[in-house]
C-alpha cells in the first residue's frame, strides 16, 4: 500500500489558488445543504406534492422561463436469498433472463413490460425484488 505524503503547497499563486479551492469546497457543503433542504420543502409542499407521482417525471414551470423538473424514483433491489431458490429455478428461463442480470439486477425496463403483458407471472416475479423510495432529483433549466 502506498504512503500517502502531505506535500506544503508553495507560497506563490498556488497558495491562493489552493486556498480559493479549500474555501469554495466548505461553501459548496453548505450549499448542498441549503440546497437538499429547500428539494425536501419543495417536494412536501402540498402544491407541489399533490402533483408528484410514485415513479415518473414531472415538470413545473416556475417565472420568467425557468423550469423545475421532478423525476421520482423508486429502486428495485434483488433479493439474493431468494433468487437462490426453487422458487427462482421454478420460474421460465426467459423470465430470468430477460427481466434479470447476473449479478442479479433488475431489468427495469423488461419488468415493466412483463407486468403489462404478464400479470400472474409478475406476481411470481415480485418476490425476487424488493422496492423501495429513491431519492427524487431535481434539475433547474434557468432562462436565458
Do not use: Y
Not at 112 to 136: H, I, N, Y
Amino acid at each position: 500500500m502506498a504512503k500517502s505524503v502531505k506535500h506544503e503547497i508553495p507560497k506563490n499563486g498556488a497558495q491562493k489558488i489552493a486556498t480559493a479551492l479549500v474555501a469554495a469546497k466548505k461553501a459548496e457543503a453548505v450549499a448542498k445543504g441549503v440546497r437538499m433542504d429547500l428539494e425536501d420543502k419543495l417536494l412536501a409542499h402540498p402544491s407541489i406534492k399533490k402533483h408528484l407521482t410514485i415513479e415518473g417525471t414531472v415538470n413545473f414551470a416556475v417565472k420568467d422561463g425557468d423550469a423545475i423538473k421532478v423525476a421520482c424514483k423508486l429502486n428495485r433491489n434483488v433479493d439474493q436469498d431468494m433468487a437462490k431458490g426453487d422458487e427462482w429455478s421454478s420460474l421460465p428461463i426467459e423470465i430470468r433472463e430477460t427481466c434479470f442480470r447476473w449479478k442479479a439486477e433488475v431489468v427495469l425496463s423488461n419488468l415493466r413490460a412483463l407486468e403489462k403483458m404478464d400479470v400472474k407471472t409478475f406476481r411470481k416475479v415480485q418476490k425476487f425484488f424488493t422496492t423501495t423510495a429513491g431519492r427524487s432529483t431535481i434539475s433547474v433549466t434557468a432562462s436565458q
